[in-house]
């Protein structure tokens, strides 16, 4: 089965500056990488996702990366501001079944 | 356009006891996945539906099962429940209209076992 890592798994960076979580899978066959968000209390919230035909996806201050050679990807958080503190997972999958990373806590320091 | 409903947000049962968790999906998505989160586990697969037929099954014991209903909205059971049992479960949206789909989850359903 897929197997997801996810790096580093606790982040800490100053208002402003940029954050950057790591993903590597170990399927060939995954196809979709999506990125969520999850606050305390509630459930993880989608933020971003790239299928394996994109190489690099961007939505405002947010990016993700893929290298399917590498078999890995990545989120970048450009700007951070307090309300991107949460936790953050990697997933991927090459069906309906995500296989999810273990999750990175960002806390953004003002 | 509402999101995902669970009910309930929380439960406590004991050992033994069996449980029944509801997900009502967005409007028009026609498969609802089941995942369980824990702190040491994570987020795992349980299973997904897709028109009331059940297309993926993660790696769970039969004390975990679940349906989905003509109307899309699915519930999962929990038989003879363990402590290790207590997770939020979390149940995901697709629209199912496409080979890959986004999951949009709901807020999940607190269980704790005594």
């Known amino acids: 089965g897929e197997n997801v890592e996810q790096h580093p798994s606790t982040l800490s960076v100053q208002e402003g500056d940029s954050a950057v979580i790591k993903c590597t899978y170990s399927d060939s066959a995954s196809n979709y990488f999506p990125w969520y968000k999850q606050e305390l209390g509630k459930g993880p919230q989608l933020i971003i996702d790239?299928?394996?035909?994109?190489g690099e996806k961007k939505d405002q201050r947010i990016a993700v990366t893929l290298n399917k050679t590498a078999k890995h990807f990545s989120l970048h958080i450009t700007e951070t501001q307090p309300e991107d503190s949460a936790v953050y997972f990697c997933?991927?999958?090459?069906?309906?079944?995500?296989?999810f990373g273990a999750g990175t806590t960002v806390t953004v320091r003002a | 356009k509402a999101g995902v409903t669970q009910t309930p947000r929380y439960l406590i049962k004991t050992r033994g006891q069996q449980v029944t968790l509801s997900c009502s999906p967005i409007s028009g998505h026609r498969s609802v996945s089941w995942y369980q989160q824990t702190p040491g586990q994570g987020l795992q697969f349980l299973f997904e539906y897709f028109s009331e037929t059940q297309r993926n099954k993660g790696n769970f014991p039969g004390r975990f099962s679940g349906r989905q209903f003509s109307n899309s909205r699915s519930e999962m059971n929990v038989s003879t429940l363990e402590l290790g049992d207590s997770a939020l479960y979390l149940c995901a949206s697709i629209p199912g209209t496409a080979t890959y789909n986004e999951q949009f989850f709901g807020p999940g359903t607190r269980l704790t076992v005594l």
């Open positions: 997933a991927a999958s090459d069906d309906y079944k995500l296989s």
């Open positions: 790239i299928r394996s035909n994109v």
